[in-house]
C-alpha cells in the first residue's frame, strides 16, 4: 500500500552533515525531522542511568528489560525518553559512544527499527541515521548517502564540541571517528553502508545550505518527472 506521502532517507557517518542538512530539508519540504541517532542516545541515557555496564557478559538481557519499560518519542525535534526532554544530553561524547555500542545488539536494534517504521509509516519524513536507505525503509522514495573526509568531519566534530565546553583535542576526536566508523560499518547488524540506489553526496567542500539545495533538487526534478508522465 503506498505512502501517502513520502519517506527521505539519509545516511552517512558521524559529522558528515546529515543532522544539519536533514533538518533544513524538512523544513524546506514541510515534512517532519526524525534523528533515528538521537533516539540511540536515549537508550544510552536510560542505561548509563540504571548503571548498566557495558561489559556485562548478559549485557543483551539487562537492555532488553530495560526497554521493555522505556518510552522513547520525538515533541517536534526534541527527544522525549519517558517523558522528559533529553535533547540536552545526547550531544555528550561519551552518550555518543555508549550508544554505538549498544547499537550492535540485536535487541536494541530490533526495537528502533520497529519503532523508526512505525514513526514513518504514513511517509512526510525526513529520516536520519546509519541504516535508513537499507534497513528501516529500504524503500523509501528518496535516498541520498552523505559523506566527507574523515579530518574534515572530525574538524565540524571538534568545533562543535568546542562551542559547547567539552575539553577535548583534535586528535582525540579524529581517533573517536575512525573508531566509530569501523565498529558502524563492521558490525553484524545493519552495517553502515551506501544503499545502491541511494545518491551520494560529498560534504567535505559543502556547507549545509549547498546540501539541502542538491537533495530538494533531485526530489523536485523527480515530482516533476512524475507529474509529467501522468499528464501524458
Aim: aromatic share 4%; glycine share 8%.
Amino acid at each position: 500500500m503506498k505512502r501517502p506521502r513520502p519517506v527521505v532517507a539519509i545516511d552517512g557517518p558521524v559529522s558528515s552533515g546529515k543532522s544539519t542538512a536533514a533538518r533544513g530539508l524538512a523544513r524546506a519540504l514541510g515534512f517532519v525531522y526524525l534523528s533515528t541517532g538521537a533516539m540511540y542516545r536515549a537508550v544510552a541515557i536510560k542505561a548509563r542511568e540504571m548503571k548498566i555496564d557495558p561489559d556485562a557478559p548478559d549485557l543483551e538481557q539487562r537492555v532488553g528489560a530495560m526497554l521493555d519499560s522505556a518510552r522513547i518519542e520525538f515533541d517536534g525535534e526534541r527527544i522525549m525518553l519517558d517523558g522528559r526532554d533529553v535533547s540536552h544530553q545526547i550531544g555528550d561524547p561519551a552518550i555518543g559512544d555508549l550508544a554505538s555500542r549498544l547499537s550492535t545488539l540485536a535487541v536494541v536494534r530490533g526495537r528502533m527499527r520497529d519503532l523508526q517504521r512505525a514513526m514513518g509509516e504514513r511517509g512526510g519524513v525526513v529520516m536520519e541515521g546509519r541504516d535508513i536507505g537499507t534497513a528501516i525503509f529500504p524503500d523509501a522514495e528518496f535516498k541520498f548517502f552523505l559523506d566527507a573526509d574523515v579530518r574534515v568531519r572530525a574538524r565540524r566534530r571538534f568545533a562543535e564540541l568546542a562551542a559547547k565546553g567539552v575539553a577535548t583535542t583534535f586528535d582525540e576526536v579524529l581517533a573517536q571517528l575512525v573508531e566509530r566508523d569501523r565498529r558502524d560499518r563492521e558490525r553484524e547488524l545493519a552495517p553502515l553502508r551506501r544503499a545502491e540506489d541511494a545518491v551520494l553526496i560529498d560534504s567535505t567542500a559543502m556547507d549545509a545550505a549547498q546540501v539541502v539545495d542538491v537533495m530538494k533538487s533531485r526530489i523536485d526534478a523527480a515530482n516533476h518527472a512524475v507529474k509529467g508522465l501522468k499528464r501524458g
